[in-house]
Nanobody, 121 residues
Framework: QVQLVESGGGLVQAGGSLRLSCAAS????????MGWYRQAPGKQRELVAA???????NYLDSVKGRFTISRDNAKNTVYLQMNSLEPEDTAVYYC???????????????WGQGTQVTVSS
């Protein structure tokens, strides 16, 4: 069993910065993929940033140049550094991880609990 715990959301003024964290814990595992999604009220969940095992990244067009996804392998943690925040970035942010549980060899895909990011104008 693997659990994801997010932290770092909050209220910030436009132009400010926040860093989200998502730590994985539980059974021994190997991370295969990770990413951050967001869902604003009345809208579908959308991919904000993804980080592949080989280090390649993919970003939503509207956050390119402002957001950076990164990982700390030793801590099994993925981060989302968000700079130059805009009111349109207001949403609940969810981390995602796809891992292989080493004891079973099975794939596990899961989500964090979500963290609210609110950007005031």
């Amino acid at each position: 069993q693997v659990q994801l715990v997010e932290s770092g959301g909050g209220l910030v003024q436009a132009g400010g910065s926040l860093r989200l964290s998502c730590a994985a814990s539980g059974s021994a595992f190997s991370i295969r993929s990770m990413g951050w999604y967001r869902q604003a009220p009345g809208k579908q969940r959308e991919l904000v940033a993804a980080l592949s095992r080989d280090g390649s990244t993919n970003y939503l067009d509207s956050v390119k140049g402002r957001f950076t996804i990164s990982r700390d392998n030793a801590k099994n943690t993925v981060y989302l550094q968000m700079n130059s925040l805009e009111p349109e970035d207001t949403a609940v942010y969810y981390c995602y991880m796809g891992v292989v549980v080493l004891t079973t060899g099975r794939r596990w895909d899961g989500w964090g609990q979500g963290t609210q990011v609110t950007v005031s104008s």
